[in-house]
């Protein structure tokens, strides 16, 4: 029997099969190496292969056609075992401090923790042979109580004497039911243990804060080429690095007359070969009324806005995008309470009775059925600027296919507030925000209501923010320098919200105002060099965590952690504009626009550095120290 495992096990199927795994085990190894990071890095990410002698082991005992006896042995201890390793991995979860692995397919995840011990605590005898000191240990535990800031020991030595008690509880199977039960009931109840550690969360890296992906994923602009902004400015966009536009061209310049569709303009199709060639996606929206094709008549006032010839238009358009091999969506209209309400009537914030709302609906229905059946994949998006109208377009009857909704947060105030207030009567009887006015209450909520009535969570996409030069901020005048740190705070916080895409508003001026990266005549603004720089300083890292200003969403010093494939970054910056002061220990920042910011000697004689309402980004900080505590004192 012997022999014929071993010449089983040397197989030409099981030896490919140990190649293949080797070779990726090597392929990762060597990836950390040339990171230059420690190589328990991708150990501990590489833990799934201690299951595979098992897995070999039963695929040849099959093949040997081997007795029941060995078998049902072999299933009693795995039981002991599975029930063992379900204990320690909930108490992994719960309580033990998490470690980042990296791997060639997934550049940071967290990984079960094995070697995150600090064995000084145990003198010298554990720092040079910490793995037999600590075996040892384990050897002679009679009793002892969990303490100190790392839990992870004890929790290992207190699963050496339920290992017994397990082993009794599965020779009964509804003991071991109950047991199981039990346990779970109380991982679910039991709060996580240890307080702020410092590092990030499982939760956090896998994208339950924020999107969990590179921040270069949520960076949109709105262009302006249809409104005369000139076609040289497209190697701009690579500049700043966008990753989405907003585009748009009139139903009327695709459908003249009814059924009857043209292909896209030239200059149109040039952007879109850029947009293909530099993997930028496309915001396409449809709209507006075709009164060209479906002029109004008396018995039918409405059919420039026809729903069912919207659908027929959305479909020619995905079809037309599809062929030209960019990625899209759809979004459905523009400010519909804006341009829709004047032909079908109803109030402004589509309280009933508001007949526009019920149009535009229906409008929402036909396009999602007709271009669901033309490309179930192609996503589409309602539209409105204010935070009241989805909640009408929903008790309205919005379908359940409809992939997300865009919006447009304008607000007179900083990008941290919502435009409306807890108080404010004109979206009762809806609650929009939560009463500290926060952005990300707002978006929050909303994300929550088009879950109770569409069953899912819609995608949340901002296909329109900004602010106009000269406008009034609520505390002042918005300066090209106020805007230029309004900008990043606003990707930041939307981010930090779980927005899908961000669109800033604007390019370039044209015919809105003073709202452009750029001027009409091809200035570029300060808010031109805060897009670049913020695009630079965090398109390749992800946000894993709020450090500073989650109980204050709306005022103070508000930092955000993010995490790179070599360091970890943060930006941060002071609502209320004061001077603030943040100890460097090490590391290096620059400002909103990309100038390196110089330190100053702190009281302690530190190095020290100051921030106001604009963010800076401060590179090569520490993660694990990271605390609201930490961050910043008043000048």
Same mark, same amino acid.
């Given at each position: 029997?012997?022999?014929?495992?071993?010449?089983?096990?040397?197989?030409?199927?099981?030896?490919?099969?140990?190649?293949?795994?080797?070779?990726?085990?090597?392929?990762?190894?060597?990836?950390?190496?040339?990171?230059?990071?420690?190589?328990?890095?991708?150990?501990?990410?590489?833990?799934?292969?201690?299951?595979?002698?098992?897995?070999?082991?039963?695929?040849?005992?099959?093949?040997?056609?081997?007795?029941?006896? $060995?078998?049902?042995?072999?299933?009693?201890?795995?039981?002991?075992?599975?029930?063992?390793?379900?204990?320690?991995?909930?108490?992994?979860?719960?309580?033990?401090?998490?470690?980042?692995?990296?791997?060639?397919?997934?550049?940071?995840?967290?990984?079960?923790?094995?070697?995150?011990?600090?064995?000084?605590?145990?003198?010298?005898?554990?720092?040079?042979?910490?793995?037999?000191?600590?075996?040892?240990?384990?050897?002679?535990?009679? =009793?002892?109580?969990?303490?100190? +800031?790392?839990?992870?020991?004890?929790?290992?030595?207190?699963?050496?004497?339920? @290992?017994? $008690?397990?082993?009794?509880?599965?020779? !009964?199977?509804?003991?071991?039911?109950?047991?199981?039960? =039990?346990?779970?009931?109380?991982?679910?109840?039991?709060?996580?243990?240890?307080?702020?550690?410092?590092?990030? !969360?499982?939760?956090?890296?896998?994208?339950?804060?924020?999107?969990?992906?590179?921040?270069?994923?949520?960076?949109?602009?709105?262009?302006?080429?249809?409104?005369?902004? +000139?076609?040289?400015?497209?190697?701009?966009?690579?500049?700043?690095?966008?990753?989405?536009?907003?585009?748009?061209?009139?139903?009327?310049?695709?459908?003249?007359?009814?059924?009857?569709?043209?292909?896209?303009?030239?200059?149109?199709?040039?952007?879109?070969?850029?947009?293909?060639?530099?993997?930028?996606?496309? $915001?396409?929206?449809?709209?507006?009324?075709?009164?060209?094709?479906?002029?109004?008549?008396?018995?039918?006032?409405?059919? &420039?806005?026809?729903?069912?010839?919207?659908?027929?238009?959305?479909?020619?358009?995905?079809?037309?995008?599809?062929?030209?091999?960019?990625?899209?969506?759809?979004?459905?209209?523009?400010?519909?309470?804006?341009?829709?309400?004047?032909?079908?009537?109803?109030?402004?914030?589509?309280?009933?009775?508001?007949?526009?709302?019920?149009?535009?609906?229906?409008?929402?229905?036909?396009?999602?059925? %007709?271009?669901? =059946?033309?490309?179930?994949?192609?996503?589409?998006?309602?539209?409105?600027?204010?935070?009241?109208?989805?909640?009408?377009?929903?008790?309205?009857?919005?379908?359940?296919?409809?992939?997300? @909704?865009?919006?447009?947060?304008?607000?007179?105030?900083?990008?941290?507030?919502?435009?409306?207030?807890?108080?404010?009567?004109?979206?009762?009887?809806?609650?929009?925000?939560? +009463?500290?006015?926060?952005?990300? =209450?707002?978006?929050?909520?909303?994300?929550?209501?088009?879950?109770?009535?569409?069953?899912?969570? &819609?995608?949340?996409?901002?296909?329109?923010?900004?602010?106009?030069?000269?406008?009034? !901020?609520?505390?002042?005048?918005?300066?090209?320098?106020?805007?230029?740190?309004?900008?990043?705070?606003?990707?930041?916080?939307?981010?930090?919200?779980?927005?899908?895409?961000?669109?800033?508003?604007?390019? %370039?001026?044209? $015919?809105?105002?003073?709202?452009?990266?750029?001027?009409?005549?091809?200035?570029?603004?300060?808010?031109?060099?805060?897009?670049?720089?913020?695009?630079?300083?965090?398109?390749?890292?992800?946000?894993?965590?709020?450090?500073?200003?989650?109980?204050?969403?709306?005022?103070?010093?508000?930092?955000?952690?993010?995490?790179?494939?070599?360091?970890?970054?943060?930006?941060?910056?002071?609502?209320?504009?004061?001077?603030?002061?943040?100890?460097?220990?090490?590391?290096?920042?620059?400002?909103?626009?990309?100038?390196?910011?110089?330190?100053?000697?702190?009281?302690?004689?530190?190095?020290?550095?100051?921030?106001?309402?604009? +963010?800076?980004?401060?590179?090569?900080?520490?993660?694990?120290?990271?605390?609201?505590?930490?961050?910043?004192?008043?000048?």
């Amino acid at each position: 029997m012997e022999s014929e495992f071993w010449n089983t096990l040397a197989s030409s199927k099981v030896s490919g099969f140990l190649t293949i795994v080797a070779s990726y085990t090597n392929l990762e190894i060597g990836f950390v190496l040339s990171l230059d990071l420690p190589l328990v890095m991708q150990l501990t990410g590489l833990r799934v292969f201690e299951y595979l002698p098992l897995a070999l082991i039963g695929l040849t005992i099959g093949k040997l056609g081997a007795g029941e006896s $060995v078998l049902a042995r072999f299933a009693n201890y795995l039981r002991v075992y599975v029930a063992s390793e379900g204990l320690l991995a909930i108490t992994h979860v719960l309580w033990v401090l998490p470690l980042f692995g990296v791997s060639i397919f997934e550049q940071a995840r967290c990984v079960t923790p094995t070697m995150d011990m600090p064995m000084r605590l145990y003198g010298r005898k554990s720092e040079s042979r910490p793995v037999q000191f600590f075996l040892a240990r384990q050897r002679n535990i009679r =009793s002892f109580a969990i303490r100190g +800031p790392n839990s992870y020991i004890g929790w290992h030595l207190i699963s050496l004497p339920l @290992f017994r $008690v397990l082993r009794l509880l599965v020779s !009964s199977r509804w003991a071991f039911v109950c047991a199981l039960a =039990s346990v779970l009931a109380l991982a679910l109840t039991l709060p996580a243990w240890g307080g702020e550690q410092g590092n990030a !969360s499982a939760s956090q890296v896998q994208g339950q804060f924020g999107s969990g992906r590179k921040f270069r994923e949520i960076i949109g602009l709105q262009v302006k080429f249809y409104q005369g902004q +000139p076609q040289s400015d497209l190697p701009s966009l690579s500049d700043l690095r966008v990753r989405w536009v907003r585009e748009e061209i009139g139903w009327d310049q695709i459908e003249p007359s009814p059924g009857r569709y043209q292909e896209f303009p030239p200059a149109l199709k040039e952007r879109l070969a850029y947009y293909r060639q530099h993997d930028i996606g496309v $915001v396409f929206l449809l709209a507006y009324s075709n009164s060209v094709a479906y002029p109004a008549t008396r018995e039918a006032p409405y059919r &420039p806005a026809d729903p069912e010839a919207f659908g027929r238009y959305a479909v020619e358009v995905a079809r037309i995008l599809r062929a030209e091999g960019v990625s899209f969506v759809l979004e459905l209209w523009n400010e519909p309470h804006n341009s829709l309400r004047p032909l079908v009537g109803g109030a402004w914030n589509g309280k009933p009775p508001s007949p526009w709302v019920d149009h535009y609906v229906k409008m929402v229905r036909e396009a999602v059925k %007709q271009v669901k =059946s033309f490309d179930p994949t192609i996503k589409l998006l309602t539209d409105d600027d204010m935070w009241i109208l989805h909640y009408w377009f929903l008790e309205a009857g919005l379908p359940r296919e409809l992939d997300g @909704f865009a919006f447009h947060p304008y607000t007179k105030g900083n990008p941290e507030e919502a435009a409306v207030d807890f108080y404010t009567d004109w979206v009762k009887p809806f609650t929009v925000v939560d +009463p500290d006015r926060s952005f990300g =209450s707002a978006v929050r909520r909303l994300r929550e209501q088009g879950q109770t009535k569409l069953g899912k969570s &819609p995608e949340m996409w901002i296909t329109e923010w900004g602010w106009p030069i000269g406008g009034n !901020s609520g505390k002042g005048e918005v300066s090209e320098e106020v805007l230029a740190g309004f900008l990043p705070r606003a990707f930041i916080m939307a981010e930090a919200a779980g927005v899908q895409v961000m669109c800033w508003f604007s390019a %370039q001026d044209t $015919v809105d105002g003073p709202m452009g990266l750029t001027t009409n005549d091809g200035k570029r603004r300060k808010s031109y060099y805060a897009f670049k720089t913020m695009s630079e300083q965090l398109g390749d890292y992800v946000l894993v965590r709020q450090v500073g200003g989650a109980k204050h969403p709306t005022s103070g010093v508000q930092a955000f952690l993010f995490h790179g494939v070599r360091d970890d970054k943060l930006v941060v910056w002071n609502v209320d504009g004061s001077q603030q002061h943040l100890a460097l220990h090490g590391a290096t920042a620059i400002d909103a626009l990309g100038n390196p910011v110089s330190p100053e000697q702190g009281y302690s004689g530190g190095a020290r550095i100051s921030f106001g309402s604009a +963010p800076i980004y401060v590179s090569g900080v520490r993660a694990e120290e990271m605390t609201e505590a930490s961050l910043a004192t008043p000048d």
